[in-house]
């Protein structure tokens, strides 16, 4: 197969961002477009939920630089791909042809509010973090709607500035990802600093604009301040009529290709497909998103990818505590403790899933990330 001569990427953040360092790295010298939608440009999105909420300094920290890469860069979004004639359309007019495209458009907060309801507090970009930032500064109580791992980091926030906070789910935190260990220790630790815990049934929002939730049972609770964390959707809009996307993202396989000759996909727009037709995993991570940029770029250079489309290394920051995983999820029963004490705030504790495999999960424990990957095996 003849290397292409002109690559588009869709999709300006840390999927795109990476696939379009790694098409240099690797030697590509013909024509890079990367197509943006947002005007501030790439910036890291891991910090809006942490750094960000709690002082705006971080704001300046969280830029990508593309200095010194040799693109067209087009901040216009993409709206429409046409895959026969291979052209991409962008909302401000342009038609840009390729020989190879990368999509990388992300995904977007899902909302919960009602057909025309108003008020929604979501955080997925840094315009959210920065209306969130604002908000708390006001706010004498709060609720989160959502306890996994965003919802979570906004609770702490609240916790950190001492703003009473309820946080409502339909599952116990965290247990549909880390399982009922982890769940049961975070959730003694946010009661023991003071959050409220609520479980049980699919919370609605009341109010309009947005003032509280009403539970399965009828409850209803308000707050000053009331933000939802209920997972995201795939940005796939523009690639209506094409059929590179369902309701799960954009399907790939093993090296990032779509089912289109040409087409490969990185980051959270994307969901890897089983080799027995059932519908893929969605893994919306940081290094996955990097690991899948990397192995697009190797695809759409006609080159083998260095690596897996999937890193299953991720981290979060609770309530005081940072949370490190490797190893595959959802995870099962009780772990091994290897080392410290959950109830200290510092442990080391593994699991042995179905298959074999081993997850690693440093809770409040210091430890490198490769020293963590490696006990992982
Ligand atoms: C608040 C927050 C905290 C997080 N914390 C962690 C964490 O602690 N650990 C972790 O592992 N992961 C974390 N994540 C997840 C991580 O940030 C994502 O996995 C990662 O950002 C995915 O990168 P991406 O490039 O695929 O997509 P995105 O970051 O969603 O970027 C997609 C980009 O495409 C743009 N776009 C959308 N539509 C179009 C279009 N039509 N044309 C052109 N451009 C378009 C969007 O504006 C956006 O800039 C967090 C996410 C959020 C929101």
Known sequence: MTPPRSIVVAGESIAGITTVRELRELGHAGAITLIGAEDCGAYARPPL?????????????????????????????AVTADVDRRVVATANGREIGYDAL??????????????????????????DARLLRTRLDAAR???VVGAGFLGLEIVSACVARGIPVTVVDVDPPLRRILGPFVSEAITTRAEEHGVRVVTGGQATLTGDPVDGVRLADGT?????????????????????????????GVG?????????????AAGDITCLRTDSGRPGTRTPFWSTAVAQGKA???SALTLDPAGPPLDDYFWTEILGLSIKVVGPLPLPGEPDLVEGSVPGGSALLTWIGQNGQRTVVSYGKRIPVPKLRALAG
Not at 49 to 77: E, F, H, M, N
Not at 220 to 238: K, M, R, S
């Open 49 to 77: 939920s942490k750094a960000v909420l709690k002082d705006d300094r971080a704001d300046d920290t969280l830029g990508y630089r593309l200095d010194g890469l040799d693109i067209d860069l087009v901040r216009s979004p």
């Open 102 to 127: 990368v999509i990388a458009t992300g995904a977007r907060a899902r909302r919960i509010a009602a057909p025309g309801q108003r008020g929604e507090t979501v955080l997925r970009t840094l315009d």
């Open 141 to 143: 109580s709060a609720l």
């Open 220 to 248: 209803v609770l308000t707050a000053d301040l009331v933000v939802t964390c209920c997972g995201e959707i795939p940005n796939t809009a523009w690639l209506a009529g094409t059929g590179l996307a369902d309701l799960h």
């Open 252 to 264: 790939i396989d093993q090296a990032c290709a779509t089912a289109v000759p040409g087409i490969f």
């Open 296 to 298: 697009a770029a190797a």
